[in-house]
């Protein structure tokens, strides 16, 4: 597809359970960014990835949380035993490393996590 | 502790006038302000963005003006048209820092009315 696609759209689950939410870039991007929208809040930086590596994990919230990108394209989060803080709108965005505007992210429509 | 302020969460402008959205930030070590507009259901998406070194940035009917001893930007959207009713958010990135981490503010949502 033309842009940054994620799934599933929504996801309601169960307090302690496990979730993973999948992001696919735009064709091309080498730069992959996850990040968190809470009610009310922006975007909060959660990690960045440069190829399969991540580059700046800096913004994981705590060990529950964990990213991968394995073949430097599609990126999975995971969330281990979710808690009810955990929900928010996960935003997934790509970016080429060279070229265009600084900062200029590539957005998808996001993951809405709900935890009961 | 924000450190990037947005704090107005809300807007109304009528269609042809001008908005003019604000934002502050406390520290010191940004190189780049960016703003991005987002539509209900949707993610954001960049509108502008501004380094540290410059004062202004024009793109069309948006500039984005920064002045650095006040701490403060803004964004000026002249016409304004029922089209730019969004949530706008202001957002930095720190020197040195990587290039996707951004600090965002939390947003005004602009009513843009016909």
Not at chain 2, 53 to 79: C, M, Q, W, Y
Request: glycine share 10%; with cysteine; hydrophobic share 30%.
């Amino acid at each position: 597809g033309a842009g940054v696609s994620q799934t599933p759209s929504n996801k309601v689950t169960e307090k302690g359970k496990y979730v993973e939410l999948r992001c696919d870039p735009i064709s091309g991007h080498t730069a992959l960014y996850w990040y968190r929208q809470s009610l009310g809040q922006g975007p909060e930086f959660l990690i960045y990835f440069q190829g399969t590596g991540a580059a700046d994990d800096s913004g994981l919230p705590n060990d529950r949380f964990f990213a991968v990108r394995p073949e430097g394209s599609v990126s999975t989060l995971k969330i281990q035993r979710t808690e009810r803080g955990d929900s928010a709108v996960y935003l997934c965005a790509s970016s080429l490393m060279s070229g265009g505007r600084s900062g200029e992210l590539f957005f998808g429509e996001g993951s809405r996590l709900t935890v009961l | 502790d924000q450190q990037v302020k947005q704090n107005s969460p809300s807007l109304s402008v009528q269609e042809g006038r001008i908005s003019i959205l604000n934002c502050d930030y406390t520290n010191s070590m940004f190189d780049y302000f960016l703003w991005y507009k987002k539509y209900p259901a949707e993610g954001p998406t960049f509108l502008i963005s501004i380094s540290s070194i410059k004062d202004k940035n024009e793109d069309g009917r948006f500039t984005v003006f920064l002045n650095k001893s006040a701490k403060h930007l803004s964004l000026h959207i002249v016409p304004s048209q029922p089209g730019d009713s969004a949530v706008y958010f202001c957002a930095a990135r720190r020197y040195g820092g990587s290039q996707g981490n951004l600090i965002f503010g939390k947003g005004t949502k602009l009513s843009v009315k016909p």
